[in-house]
């Protein structure tokens, strides 16, 4: 219970506050919304792209083959979202392990073997 009591420190108050920063020509930050903070050129508003431009601009087609997600046939039923495995079922389902008898560890399995070298 003790976060439920818990005071804020100084600079805990100080960080949770909105930033205050000052823009061109000293207007604050949060002052005018939809603003912008910087001058937009004329040119930059009258620019008009180019035919270039516009072929990159457009999405590229799906492919030839593209087929899109099936449907689903049908719901499932409540029985089958309420069954439970059985033994054997559940028994399969567990990954089997790897023997450690049948394997001996190589520290180093690139080396090649004298017999090899022959």
């Known amino acids: 219970h003790a976060t439920k009591q818990a005071v804020a420190s100084t600079r805990i108050d100080e960080l949770s506050n909105l930033k205050r920063g000052k823009l061109k020509g000293g207007k604050e ?5 939809g603003q912008p903070a910087w001058d937009i050129s004329s040119a930059a508003k009258s620019a008009v792209a180019t035919e270039h431009l516009d072929k990159l601009s457009v ?11 099936k449907e689903v046939q ?3 039923s409540d029985s089958a979202k309420r069954a439970i495995a059985s033994e ?10 790897p023997n450690s008898a049948n394997k001996t560890f190589n520290p180093n399995p ?4 004298d017999g ?3």
């Open 29 to 33: 930050r949060w002052e005018e919304w």
């Open 110 to 113: 690139w080396k090649v073997s």
């Open 74 to 76: 049908w719901a499932v």
């Open 59 to 69: 999405a590229k087609a799906s492919h030839g083959e593209y087929r899109p997600p």
């Open 116 to 118: 090899a070298k022959r």
């Open 88 to 97: 054997r079922i559940q028994k399969l389902s567990v990954a089997k392990r």
